[in-house]
Every structure is written in structure tokens, then in C-alpha cells.
């Protein structure tokens, strides 16, 4: 059983609030990753780290922001909540070229 | 950048028949992965194959990897209710995988 973690599992939340979804992982592993998922469709990656104190922006345009200040933490921040913004976020970690651990994921609902 | 492509999208099976996704690359790949998400769940990765032309087997499913690593395919025997969700390749490097856009199995029984 993988050892990620995501928090929190469901999140409602009114326009313009902030909001950060926490992912944490226990492996050790360097490789970190945010994906952007709604219901049955493709996994769009929005960020990811090779390491602390390195982000990258995915794929997918995104308005949120990251940090990797821990190696076992990768936090993902929006300063503004939009309906635009409900979906599904997936935290994702993987050492080297080996297979990927995928968290339970956030469903976020902006209002 | 790279680009994994990933048919059909939908794949709606009696139970008891066999099936096979597809995934293409534009690019040679180092390897290939194969993830399953179950409904409501979160993927989870089922196998990785890295040689030119290999073949690996799991029960009732075959994974290929194309002799130019360039595409991949998925086979699955006797289609059960358990195999329903949506099953994605991954192509990429140590450091990013490129996700197809999935191949999401329904069973009628």
C-alpha cells in the first residue's frame, strides 16, 4: 500500500476563498506531482518537483501556485477560488524511473 | 513534447468477451506503463515494460510493448465486473510521465 496522503478528501468552498491542499508522502521520494482530473477524464498534470526547493508548471495551465520545502511535502495553494477551479486534484510521487504512487485525491467544489 | 495517444476512449464489453485499448506514441519511449482507475478512485499502476517487443502477462491480461517502443497495447480475456474503470498508458522519462487520455471499460452483464 502506498504511503500518500492528501488532505483534505472533500473540500465546498465559496468563490474567492484561498484554499491549500496538503500531500504528503513517506517513500522518500524525490519526484512529486499535481494532476487535474475531472470524473472518467484524462489526468492533466498542472505541476511538479524533482526535489526541494524545485517547482515546475505542468502541462496544463494552472492558477495555482506550489512549494517543495520538504522533501516529504507538496502543497498546492489557490489565492482565489473559482467554480472554474471544482474538480478533481491528485498528488502523485515516484523515485527514479520506477512506478508512480497516486494519493486518494481532493474533490473540490467552488461555489 | 511528447504525445501518448490512448483508443478507443470508450470501450462498453459484454462480460465474458475479450477487448484490447491501444496506445501511441509520436516518439520513442523508454517505456511504457499501464495504470487502472477504478470508478471513483484514484489510478494505480499495474505494470511497466521497458524492452522492445515484450511481452507480460497478469491472469486474464497481456501487455505488449512494440518493437519501434513506440506503442503499446493492453489485452484482456473474459471480461469480468471487476474490470471496469478507465486504464491509461504512461510514456515518459525518470522524470515525467506522459498520460494517455485513458481507455474507460464498461461491462454489461
Known amino acids: 500500500e502506498a504511503d500518500i496522503y492528501q488532505t483534505p478528501r472533500y473540500l465546498v468552498i465559496g468563490t474567492g476563498k484561498k484554499i491549500t491542499l496538503e500531500c504528503s508522502q513517506t517513500m522518500g521520494h524525490d519526484k512529486m506531482y499535481w494532476y487535474q482530473q475531472d470524473p472518467g477524464m484524462e489526468l492533466h498534470l498542472i505541476h511538479y518537483s524533482y526535489g526541494v526547493n524545485s517547482t515546475e508548471k505542468g502541462d496544463l495551465s494552472s492558477e495555482s501556485t506550489v512549494s517543495r520545502i520538504r522533501t516529504e511535502h507538496f502543497p498546492l495553494t489557490l489565492e482565489s477560488a473559482r467554480p472554474s477551479h471544482t474538480s478533481q486534484y491528485l498528488c502523485a510521487s515516484r523515485s527514479g524511473g520506477s512506478e508512480q504512487f497516486f494519493g486518494p485525491g481532493t474533490r473540490l467544489t467552488v461555489l | 513534447g511528447q504525445q501518448v495517444m490512448q483508443i478507443p476512449q470508450y470501450q462498453h464489453v459484454q462480460e465474458g468477451e475479450d477487448f484490447t485499448t491501444y496506445c501511441n506514441s509520436s516518439t520513442t519511449l523508454s517505456n511504457i506503463q499501464w495504470y487502472k482507475q477504478r470508478p471513483g478512485g484514484h489510478p494505480v499502476f499495474l505494470i511497466q515494460?521497458?524492452?522492445?517487443?515484450e511481452v507480460k502477462k497478469q491472469k486474464r491480461l497481456t501487455f505488449q510493448f512494440g518493437e519501434a517502443k513506440k506503442n503499446s497495447s493492453l489485452h484482456i480475456t473474459a471480461t469480468q465486473t471487476t474490470d471496469v474503470g478507465t486504464y491509461f498508458c504512461?510514456?515518459?522519462?525518470?522524470?515525467?510521465?506522459?498520460f494517455g487520455a485513458g481507455t474507460t471499460v464498461t461491462v454489461r452483464a
Open positions: 515494460l521497458v524492452k522492445s517487443g
Open positions: 504512461a510514456g515518459g522519462n525518470d522524470y515525467k510521465l506522459s
